[in-house]
């Protein structure tokens, strides 16, 4: 049986056959256009020449795919060979009896695979080194050893596997550590408002990828941060302290109410750093407020300098050497120095609170005493329009000067008995002084308090008198009030002269009313005071006996 062409020979006998015919074409068209048979040979002879060239670029064309190809299958084995023997593989063995194409396919298959080995060794490596760095990075802790460039047998990757399974364990353990020291300063930095610092404060806060080393150092050291911020805490706690009283000054300087003070302090809840925040805010507004009303304050503040200029009864002069109070120009410095003299004022009144008080209960007495002289020309008032109008001046049917006599004698008999009294019990609780053997020489501080005493008895009984002096109608409808006998140690000539002044007629009284007025007994009483060896500064130096 005849053997079957191949498809190559058959399209080689076709290719003969196209040139061929294209030949006999070419001479007949030769033909009909009448080139002679010499150039027909030699157009014949380019075209032979252009396929011969043309076969020939071919042949040689398939000649070096040839070597390529036979160049890549050694070049194949070559590579194969040696990443079989990095992997730790069989060497390969190749067909016998095979194209070198097949042999090429099959080789570059085998490379392929045996690359692939190689890739997911290297990778799963990778991946385990990947790990341990980053576990013995925040362990700080030595990574597992393998070389550079090699790559890692089965085995070494199940070792390296187990190394980094332990160091997960040991990480888990530090982790917790961390994490309790974390949220403590977390928690401190939220109440304080604390910015962190330090890189390692940064580091532990930090919510980026980058893990924190869990080195036995660094744990050590947040710690003592820890301890930082606990007193850092106390600072704030004092800082908002401060900033309360600071409020505080200004409301106060403001004068604030004290329901908006109150609704204040209610709003300013929460954490220390929030409390601290609108604490400063607060203090900020009433800043901002006190600005904007710096010449309202300054009033204010100078109604409270002239309050402790006047408790300090400092003279106009005085006053007027503190140049601040006289200036227009409301600014900061001028209410600090306002601020500043009603402070040197304060201190100055506090320190010396006992001796103004004094004065102003002086004050307050001699102001009773200037009412008093009121009342006496009050009296002669009413003394002048009875003479005129020929009758009495009544209130609810009473002669006013008969009750303006009854009240200041009322009022006189109440203070000599209350003097009396106490002069009485201090007698009883005095002891005796000794006196020196033979001393014959007699105090005069009795012989001079009766003289006091019977001096006072008749200026009182004189100022009765004259308190009562009205026309003669009204005397002879109205009794004059008598002035009682003050003390029992009055002496009986005094007793006498009471009498005898109150049995004068209406002349002399008058008389007496012009010598002994009100005014004249005030005086007499200045006098009386200033005088050492008077009733009041004798009863004094008896006492201090």
């Known amino acids: 049986m005849p053997r079957t062409p191949r498809k190559s020979e058959v399209l080689a006998s076709s290719l003969v056959s196209s040139v061929n015919h294209a030949l006999g074409k070419l001479l007949d068209i030769w033909h009909q256009i009448g080139i002679k048979e010499e150039m027909q040979l030699e157009r014949m002879q380019a075209v032979k020449q252009h396929i011969e060239d043309l076969l020939n670029e071919m042949i040689t064309e ?3 795919l040839k070597e390529r190809i036979e160049s890549s299958i050694e070049r194949r084995k070559k590579e194969l060979t040696s990443l079989r023997n990095e992997l730790s593989m069989d060497p390969y063995l190749a067909e016998e009896g095979i194209s070198i194409l097949q042999m090429e396919k099959d080789l570059r298959l085998a490379l392929d695979a045996t690359l692939k080995e190689k890739n997911e060794r290297l990778e799963e490596l990778k991946q385990l080194q990947q790990q341990d760095e980053k576990l013995c990075a925040e362990l700080f802790a030595t990574p597992y050893y393998i070389p550079t460039g090699s790559i890692p047998s089965r085995s070494q990757l199940e070792e390296l596997k187990e190394h980094v399974r332990m160091r997960s364990d040991e990480k888990k353990q530090c982790l917790e550590v961390f994490l309790k ?15 962190p610092d330090s890189t390692l404060e940064k580091e532990a806060l930090s919510d980026d990828e980058e893990p924190f080393c869990l080195a036995s150092k660094n744990i050590e050291a947040l710690q003592k941060l820890v301890n930082k911020l606990q007193l850092k805490k106390e600072s704030v706690i004092s800082t908002r302290e401060a900033l309360k009283e600071k409020v505080r000054l200004l409301w106060n300087r403001l004068h604030w109410p004290v329901e908006k003070q109150e609704q204040c302090k209610m709003n300013i809840k929460g954490s220390i750093t929030q409390e601290v925040t609108m604490w400063e805010e607060e203090l900020l507004r009433l800043e901002e407020l006190k600005k904007e009303n710096l010449k309202g304050v300054i009033g204010k503040v100078r109604q409270e300098l002239d309050l402790y200029w006047e408790k300090c009864l400092y003279s106009t002069e005085q006053r007027s050497a503190f140049h601040p109070y006289y200036d227009d120009n409301f600014t900061e410095d001028l209410l600090n120095q306002h601020d500043e003299e009603v402070m040197k004022m304060k201190l100055l009144y506090e320190k010396n609170k006992a001796l103004y008080d004094g004065i102003a209960k002086w004050k307050a007495t001699w102001k009773q005493f200037m009412e008093l002289e009121l009342g006496e020309e009050l009296k002669r008032s009413i003394e002048s329009w009875e003479k005129e109008q020929g009758c009495n001046f009544l209130i609810k049917g ?55 005493v019977t001096n006072l008895t008749v200026l009182r009984a004189a100022s009765c008198i004259s308190l009562t002096s009205t026309c003669p109608a009204a005397v002879a409808r109205t009794p004059i009030p008598v002035c009682k006998t003050p003390s029992k140690s009055t002496p009986p000539d005094s ?33 009386k005071t200033s005088n050492t060896s008077g009733i009041f500064n004798s009863t004094v130096n008896e006492n201090r006996y």
Not at 398 to 418: G, I, P, S, T, V
Not at 500 to 506: R, T, V, Y
């Open 62 to 64: 398939e000649c070096q």
């Open 181 to 195: 020291l974390r949220n403590e300063i977390r928690q401190y930095n939220e109440e304080i408002g604390h910015t």
């Open 398 to 452: 009473q002669r006013f000067l008969d009750y303006m006599a009854n009240q200041w004698e009322q009022h006189k008999l109440k203070k000599e008995q209350e003097r009396l009294t106490k002069k009485e019990d201090s007698a009883v609780l005095k002891t005796p002084m000794k006196r020196h053997a033979g001393s014959t020489t007699q105090t005069p501080l009795k012989t001079r308090k009766l003289h006091g």
């Open 495 to 527: 007793l006498q002269q009471v009498r005898l002044q109150e049995g004068k007629e209406n002349q002399q009284t008058s008389k007496l009313n012009n010598q002994f007025s009100y005014l004249d007994f005030t005086k007499d009483l200045s006098k």
